[in-house]
């Protein structure tokens, strides 16, 4: 700022300064975010300034969270703010460093200068003297470090010859005491109107009897001749009384341009507490000399890069993650990564239906951490996870979400564990937990349990209502049962993944048996199917009488890494698929993929089955069966009729299912024709590996 | 036990008790699951017994770790100490419980009193009378929980009819003082040398000059005729007065059977402090009924399961884990998962291979965090993280070491942070950390940074001589270039995974060129490729200029679990395999799998690559380019003359590798040849997704 004494020949003008306020650039990356991607273009801005009420805030031009166009009544808001008198500025973000330190900012100032002057040339600044005033900032934002660098310029016109200051004093000295008075009481109705207190130039009239007016720029004409002072006001940012401000550079390139005046009179408007300040007010007289050449193609010289201490442009930096609270910092740092997915790779990415889903995950054990930790980065916070273990001291090593501690004295709870240690990793997700036993079919129950079993079924039917999304993660076959059931009974996404000893099977059971005849032509539209679906026996007890290394957790390590991540990449696609739950069954063999083209993230198969024994991986497509033990329409029934009766039996009695699907009757007569049913009571019997044969 | 005064007509027995101590369980579960694996048949223990010496070591059968046949040796180890003479038994352990609950007791029993029965008919009893006492042992032993269920039996024939007892008395009160004295001393003897001392069963022999010699059984003939008395001695573990032990039980069988006799005066021989206490011990006269019908076939019925207060038998069982170091529990948990691979799965499994590994992990992002964990499954301990970030606060939710307290205040270091929570997982993991920048080529550095990026090529090298294995896991083409050399430079395994956005590679690099000239024919077998063989272009420096979503983050989540798993699997076929570095590439398509049939893991593939756009996978494989800017005997002779200045040269001049290895060359010629190659500068670049290409 200019605080010497100016000489009298050269009036000097106090430069503006920008003031960004955080909420600009925690709004900006927003937009960069999730409307912008690459696009690199420049985009227009508002900035704020307003005639200097007080010291403290002298001289800005601000830029806030308003200054962009978020919305398409985004610049409204402001407008008819006494104190937000908006300026017209364009931004320019680059996506690197590197772009950001070869901008070409000599062009750049010249071409808003050139803008400015077009509007001058075109009539434009009368009618709208706010674009006399016209800011530019280039920028580059590092939206992964939340932090932000930029310069700012304020394009002014460089008179040649410069304008001399002839004297410049206190509004009140100028005035007599009649006149400020009435010059006090326009400003003040000037100010008051929402239609004239954001224009910030305009003509001071006074006539002979001191009475003033305020008046539009263009009734300029309409001013000569009736009276006694005409000067050229404008609100004067700057508290300084040495000399005027910033704005009145371009203003005098307008007065010189449009009225061809030698001698200009200003009036730089001050106010204090909210009213017209006169003493604060400046009236001085400037010398322009005429420059008999100027046209519209003569565009004078611009300076205006903000300097500091006068002396050079100085990279302005501001590091938004000191200020933030860690846990919204935290929270914006995980969107970062999904919405630079859509920037490039996948522009159509939904992601607040990622967001926004709600996932219960049947079992916490090796998959389940697996799920909930994939389901983390895709930025899924909803997140319930059922199991009714304790956490092992063989668990931490694989099973991701805990540690040695959750493992003494006994083991915590994993559906415990597990929640605790999502809110440990990021803190904005919202995960619950329910230790709970799912109820399983030939596993004989006692009168006695009946009850709390029955309850069992009713709290998993009412998650599994309350959930878009259920994800089998059980060690067992026959835990798989009830669950895929009431999925298909409440024609929820089901999304089942299961581990051999080195191979996985990941794959999502199609729509319920019910949903077809209301929004679906039945005869043309077969259901994918179920976990169950191609099973000749109906699920029981695999249980009892397994050697530990029988069991599900002798898997090679890895495997369920790999299933996990997969199952979530499945889901993904299902919640991205305009279909969802209906969407066909893709297969990346087949060279036709059906009307799942247009899925931004690839195919969206039924099942994929891999082995890291070969590191082998396809893809694979089974329809529902019409004997399915689970899914199928006659079991479905029979669940809404019967209820808690129809769950009794199946539960008590290992052959209910078969008889009820008619299994029985397959098995009767395929066992006459003597085929070599695979048996599923085998000793080579791996329940995660063998049980989900497929018809292709 | 029987306390009450025994009827004069009935000889009753203080029964034996089990005392199985933790050692026992502790070594088991180890010999289990190290050897035995689902092997369930009876195994050879010992139990020890010895003449009771104190009223709180009463009448026990000790178990302990010494009772299994852990080596050859160990029967040897236990002979010879006085109070642990051996009792053989035999243990049947059941794979499950519902076995355990299915054993015929009877029968076992029953097998083993035949033993008995045949080494008396045999006459072994006589050459080795510690065959009289056996013992039994079923259970089902819980590895998972550290829970032991067990039932023991000492079975001993019921004779019919029963002996009955005359009298019963102190020793001192049957010998006269002199005789006392006399078989103090002789059971002394007998007792301090390291040949009978173990030998529980023995004859007392009195001359009528009351001198005593304790004789073997086997020498009863010689005994007959120069004995004023003749007892029939035995280690009595029981301090009770008012009944003999029951050792005296199969003893009484022996002497029936074979000497005919039906009066027999018996000693029942006690210590105290270590000596023979005749006030102590018991000289007794049992009647035995002769049976005539008797013969080796005709065993006499046995009893022998143990009784809880004589009634029933009571099922013991005993669990380790609450007495347990919790770091050495959760160790053996960890352990368990692997050896249970071994029982079935793969029973040629090395897994002492796995422990001792050394691996070195370049990167701990989302990679790395991924590879350790599954590092950590497969029980490798050893792992050194080198990166130079620090914890984002986008990191925790897809980097699954890292927690929301790990980033904030700026960050902790990953490689720190990595540690610590690799400890916490499981804290026999011996992890460290080293925070470092890898140097990399096409990335000049000044005059005064040389010294440190040398130091770091130093201190890199060193690491990598130091490890074992070498993963790759940086998100930068770039970085992986030392590395790449100076593993092919020591010869050392490198693991290599790198992601694109919706696809993965993995591959494990060859051996180093001059690993071939050593101990193979360099003409007949290639050496496989690594990351670079098939550039066209030398490494340079790849992260200037580019946009945040072209940064390696911008992946779908999930991808890095699907590579670091494989990575790690891979790994472990490398080192399961018996070339090791040198295994050939096996392909899963192509039949002939070469030499890597035997690999119990299944193939052996030289480069992984997938995608979760169309969930395909398939295996690579790339023989290793004589222009490679890593792995080429150029480069590698280059590097082993010129050292530093080498890598200076590397780093500083983006071309000298290319000039060096004649890539410029044939680029040239390429060129001239018009043919398309695809440029490595294009927007599309995807730099970890497109730089292998491959040569099938």
């Not at 993660?473 to 059931?485: I, M």
């Not at 209820?643 to 009695?653: K, P, R, W």
Request: proline letters at 5%; hydrophobic letters at 35%.
């Amino acid at each position: 700022m200019s605080e010497k004494e100016t000489s009298p020949a050269v009036l000097e003008f106090n430069p503006l300064n920008s003031l960004v306020q955080e909420g600009f650039w925690d709004s900006f990356s927003s937009l960069k975010l999730d409307k912008l991607g690459i696009d690199d273009s420049p985009i227009s801005i508002t900035g704020f300034c307003g005639p200097c009420s007080h010291p403290r805030g002298s001289n800005y031009l601000r830029l806030s969270s308003e200054s962009l166009p978020l919305d398409e009544q985004s610049s409204i808001t402001s407008h008819g703010n006494r104190n937000k008198c908006p300026v017209p500025g364009i931004l320019y973000n680059t996506n690197t460093l590197e772009s950001f330190h070869k901008l070409d900012k000599q062009s750049l100032l010249k071409a808003e200068a050139n803008k400015i002057w077009g509007d001058i040339q075109s009539g434009k600044a009368l009618e709208d003297p706010a674009v006399l005033s016209r800011f530019l900032v280039i920028s580059f934002a590092d939206l992964k470090t939340w932090s932000f660098r930029y310069l700012v310029a304020f394009p002014a016109f460089d008179l040649d010859p410069p304008a001399s200051l002839v004297e410049l004093k206190p509004a009140s000295d100028y005035f007599s005491s009649q006149e400020a008075e009435s010059v006090s009481a326009a400003c003040k109705d000037w100010r008051n109107s929402h239609l004239t207190t954001d224009v910030p130039f305009f003509l001071v009239s006074v006539s002979s009897d001191s009475k003033a007016s305020i008046r539009h720029l263009k009734d300029w004409e309409a001013c000569q001749g009736d009276h006694h002072k005409l000067l050229f006001g404008f609100y004067d940012p700057c508290h300084l009384r040495n000399n005027p401000g910033w704005p009145l550079r371009n203003y005098l390139a307008l007065i010189r341009s449009r009225w061809n005046l030698e001698t200009v009179w200003f009036f730089c408007y001050k106010e204090s507490r909210g009213f017209p300040d006169l003493n604060l007010s400046l009236v001085g007289q400037a010398l322009v000399t005429l420059s008999s050449g100027e046209s519209a193609e003569t565009v004078p010289n611009s300076v205006g890069w903000e300097l500091h201490n006068k002396e050079k442009q100085v990279l302005q930096s501001i590091n938004l993650a000191n200020s933030m609270d860690p846990i919204r910092l935290a929270a914006s740092a995980v969107d970062l990564n999904l919405k630079l997915m859509k920037w490039r790779a996948v522009p159509s990415l939904n992601i607040d239906a990622l967001y926004s889903v709600k996932c219960l995950l049947l079992g916490a054990g090796t998959l389940g951490c697996e799920v909930a930790r994939t389901l983390l980065g895709w930025g899924i916070r909803k997140i319930t996870f059922v199991d009714y273990g304790k956490v092992a001291m063989s668990n931490p090593v694989r099973q991701s979400l805990y540690t040695f501690e959750d493992s003494i004295g006994g083991g915590e709870f994993k559906a415990v564990a597990a929640v605790k240690r999502l809110k440990e990793v990021f803190p904005a997700m919202e995960p619950s937990g329910v230790v709970m036993a799912i109820p399983m079919p030939g596993h004989p129950i006692s009168s006695q349990e009946e009850d709390s079993v029955l309850a069992d079924c009713k709290r998993l039917s009412d998650l599994i209502e309350s959930h878009d999304v259920v994800f089998l993660l059980t060690d067992t076959r026959e835990s798989r049962w009830l669950p895929s059931l009431l999925c298909a009974n409440a024609n929820k996404i089901a999304v089942n993944a299961a581990l051999g000893f080195d191979s996985y099977m990941v794959m999502r059971h199609g729509a319920g048996p019910t949903s077809l005849s209301d929004d679906m032509n039945k005869t043309n539209k077969q259901r994918l199917g179920c976990y169950f679906c191609n099973d000749v026996v109906a699920p029981q007890d695999s249980m009892t009488d397994r050697t530990l290394d029988q069991q599900c957790t002798v898997t090679c390590p890895g495997l369920a890494s790999i299933a996990g991540a997969l199952a979530v990449n499945l889901l993904v696609k299902v919640l991205q698929h305009p279909l969802g739950i209906n969407a066909k069954g893709d297969n990346s063999s087949s060279s036709n993929r059906g009307d799942n083209d247009d899925s931004p993230l690839g195919i969206l198969p039924h099942q994929i089955r891999g082995s890291v024994s070969d590191f082998s991986q396809m893809t694979l497509l089974g329809q529902a069966s019409d004997s399915c033990t689970a899914c199928s329409e006659t079991v479905i029934s029979e669940y809404r009729e019967r209820g808690n009766s129809f769950l009794l039996e199946a539960i008590n009695h290992p052959t209910y299912l078969e008889d009820l699907t008619g299994l029985t009757e397959l098995k009767k007569a395929a066992n006459s024709f003597n085929l070599d049913w695979e048996d599923d009571d085998t000793d080579d019997d791996d329940d995660d590996d063998d049980d989900v044969a497929v018809v292709m």
